[in-house]
């Protein structure tokens, strides 16, 4: 009897110690969650609305801690010269509208992990002395602007000094006459990884501007009737340019004194003018430009001071001039592309031996032929033409382009070649269209 | 006496003498292109230009773009007249000779080399002080850019 008494006081004992020992757990347990969550303080969100108690979007970002989500609500805001100096997310509901009244610049972010989306910028003031924009980004990491649209902006969006951001889905629009009173819808300036894609852009200097900018890709944007240049690269190394569409702008696509650009898919497009091209390469190095297709231009490609670069798989149709080579292009490669219906196929200012190739390329203007049945021509293709030769030196002589007497020079030219550059030549033109 | 002909001739020596003058000409921003970089110059507070002895008018969209093509081609040798924009006064043209020179971190200019001109002294040395840059004559520019060119 008195050991079971003991044994049961002892289980009692034991039971007593487990759940003070339980009950002291879960009380630490709580106090540890609870100690760490004053630690890591729940992220709110703010409302600015017209008829909330937060009425402006300078207000709510002075009254929200880091990490914060500001929503703004339907409405037109009055407001410019707004700094965001902390990480803050700023979503707009309904596309709210912040009217900066051409009074300087509407928004600043002056800080890391800042995302902008769903607002209506417009109205940004024109300056010859500082570039405004609707959105800037400054020395800043990890931002996202994103589904903004952004009306009569000087600059659009302007990043620079800025690290890893995304600039996705936005419409910047704007109807500039003037260069000199027109910013660039996106203007990159001393960037790194950065993304723009998707974007819609038009109206203003240039569409896309990247300055002393390396390790980016501009993707899938569209970009038409800027009055310079739809994308316009200077300085700037290591970059992708895929899938994007060039319309209608003063000219294409300038890349200028860059290395190891790729340029792929693109639709260089109606870029007429006396200096229109769809791209213009000066001084580029070890870069690829392959699938684009170039449709109407006054000048497909415009090459100078161009080397170790691979043109091949492009569709040049209905340019004036498919390629333009202007001196001290060295080691350029043109294979499999197509060639068709071009005014000129190709023109070179100086008949310089070079190391440029042709191969493998299908020439709409070939008349040739192919005995052999191997698809590819038995004669060479001379894309250079006699007359395309005389208009470099005397341009106005263009009158003359239909012209018996040209059509008997050219006829003249084929038979004994005497004038134009035995160096550009395609040894293996193809009899078909190319596909890739 | 006064005969239509002699009008005619008159006039017509008068056209002819103004065609043949030669001097700068204003750019055309947004349809005029660089000699040097073949770039639509668009704007109108860097715009240069050079003319030669005989007359021949070359513009450029940028300082760098007139000091960069004048290393390069020797083309100084030639040059009559060379002309940058007082940055303070769009469109105005000021011989090099006469300007300063403005290389600030805080003022891109067109081709990636900082540089901006003025006509006077004070006001460079006030955008001096104001964006911490550095004041240089036209012969100092010119050697910059010429080692600029060189690193590309």
């Not at chain 1, 960037?191 to 890709?217: A, K, P, W």
């Not at chain 1, 341009?395 to 003249?412: C, G, N, W, Y």
Request: proline share 3%.
């Amino acid at each position: 009897m008195e050991m079971l008494t003991n044994t049961y006081s002892n289980c009692i004992l034991q039971k007593q110690a487990l759940a003070s020992g339980v009950r002291a757990s879960v009380a630490f347990l709580l106090l540890f969650l609870l100690t760490s969550i004053s630690q890591v303080s729940v992220a709110q969100s703010l409302l600015v609305g017209k008829t909330g108690t937060i009425q402006s979007v300078k207000k709510a970002i002075q009254l929200a801690q880091p990490h914060d989500t500001i929503y703004i609500s339907q409405g037109t805001y009055l407001e410019s010269d707004i700094i965001i100096n902390k990480p803050l997310t700023l979503i707009g509901r309904h596309n709210p509208v912040i009217d900066g009244q051409f009074t300087g610049e509407i928004i600043t972010i002056q800080a890391d992990s800042v995302v902008v989306e769903g607002l209506v910028l417009q109205n940004v003031k024109v300056s010859a002395i500082k570039d405004y924009a609707a959105i800037r980004i400054s020395r800043s990491k990890h931002c996202i602007l994103r589904n903004n649209q952004i009306r009569n902006a000087f600059f659009g969006i302007y990043l620079e000094k800025a690290d890893s951001c995304q600039v996705q889905n936005n419409r910047i629009h704007s109807q500039s006459t003037m260069e000199s009173t027109s910013g660039n819808a996106i203007h990159v300036w001393y960037c790194n990884t950065m993304l723009i894609e998707d974007n819609q852009v038009s109206g203003h200097r240039d569409g896309i501007y990247f300055e002393f900018v390396s390790n980016s890709r501009i993707i899938n944007n569209i970009s038409t009737k800027n009055l310079r240049y739809g994308l316009h690269f200077m300085f700037s190394d290591n970059n992708v340019y895929r899938s994007n569409r060039f319309i209608n702008n003063g000219a294409g696509v300038a890349v200028m004194y860059s290395k190891h650009i790729t340029m792929v898919e693109n639709t260089f497009q109606n870029n007429w003018g006396a200096s229109a091209y769809g791209i213009l390469l000066k001084d580029i190095t070890d870069s690829r430009i392959e699938k684009n297709t170039f449709l109407q231009n006054t000048v497909g490609i415009h090459a100078e001071g161009t080397n170790r670069t691979i043109i091949q798989h492009n569709e040049f149709r209905q340019n004036g001039w498919a390629l333009r080579m202007m001196g001290s292009c060295e080691e350029l490669r043109f294979e499999r592309n197509n060639f068709i219906a071009n005014t000129f196929e190709v023109a070179s200012s100086n008949n310089y031996t070079s190391n440029n190739t042709f191969n493998g390329n299908y020439w709409s203007s070939y008349t040739g032929y192919d005995l052999d049945r191997d698809g590819t021509g038995d004669v060479p293709h001379k894309p250079v033409k006699l007359f395309s030769y005389l208009i470099e030196d005397v341009p106005t002589a263009m009158v003359l382009i239909r012209s018996l007497f040209i059509d008997l020079l050219e006829l003249a030219e084929r038979v004994a070649p005497v004038l134009t550059p035995a160096t550009i030549q395609d040894d293996g033109p193809s009899m078909r269209l190319n596909h890739w | 006496m006064i005969t239509p002909l002699k009008i005619y001739v008159g006039l017509t020596s008068i056209l002819l003498l103004i065609a043949c003058q030669s001097g700068p000409e204003p750019i055309a921003y947004g349809s005029d292109n660089c000699h040097h970089c073949k770039m639509t110059i668009s704007d109108n507070r860097y715009g240069s230009e050079l003319v030669t002895q005989k007359g021949k008018v070359y513009k450029f969209d940028s300082i760098e773009c007139m000091a960069q093509y004048l290393d390069e081609n020797e083309a100084g040798a030639s040059a009559k007249t060379l002309l940058a924009t007082d940055y303070k006064n769009p469109g105005q043209f000021i011989e090099v000779s006469k300007a300063i020179f403005l290389q600030s971190e805080q003022m891109p200019s067109p081709m990636g080399m900082f540089l901006t001109a003025f006509s006077d002294q004070e006001t460079a040395s006030q955008f001096a002080a104001e964006k911490s840059g550095n004041l240089l004559t036209w012969e100092a520019t010119q050697k910059l850019c010429a080692s600029h060119g060189n690193a590309h």
